[in-house]
């Protein structure tokens, strides 16, 4: 067992999540590359891949995309830009302006919190997960833990680091060691699983 308690993490496709949640979905793979978004400045991705996959096959996500943010001042904010557009395109059931949001707060603390990897940049990731419709946000930094997880998702302290939101719309929030092909840590990523329905009020 590691540090954290969970079960040693053997390769990219077999991870345990430090979760409250059990089920978080882990989805892999490589993507073409795409152009990035009209009125959106070039300097915001440094890369993006997105693929679109066919819906007739239930147990694969029909929508995924990955890009690079700067991890500056401006990498929370970039986010929310290049999110909702990207959610419009892949015609996701849920509010596209509460998950650009969650995105926004997740970057914003990998680039304040977490480290950048060696190009200055951060990595986010957006898949509409099989079958439920979820949304399935992910974060990549260079630093290999998280040792306030349970302080920082825990009520009194969300709103110190603007994970507030990530509650507030219902979203289920985790974290993962991140390995290169090798198998070496590389870093984390910090996933949060949003409900098609994450726009509505909690009862």
Known sequence: MNQSGSL????????????TQADMPRIEG????????????????VSATVVLLPREDPELPRYRWDTKLLA???AGPNARLRVRPRLTVARWSGDNDAAAR??????????????P????????????????????????DAVPEFPDFEAVTSDSHLAGRGLWWVKHYRARLSWDLKRDGDGTVVGKTVQALVPSNCGQESA
């Open 72 to 74: 500056n001042e401006a």
């Open 30 to 45: 490589p993507s073409p590359t795409v152009p990035g978004v009209a009125g959106v400045p070039d300097v915001l991705p």
């Open 8 to 19: 040693p993490v053997n390769s990219p496709t077999q991870r345990i999540a430090h979760s």
């Open 117 to 140: 990897f060696g190009d200055g940049c951060v990595g986010l990731r957006l898949t509409v997960v099989p079958r439920t419709e979820q949304l399935l946000i992910e974060v990549d």
């Open 102 to 115: 969650i995105a926004d707060k997740l970057v914003d603390n990998a680039a304040r919190h977490g480290k």
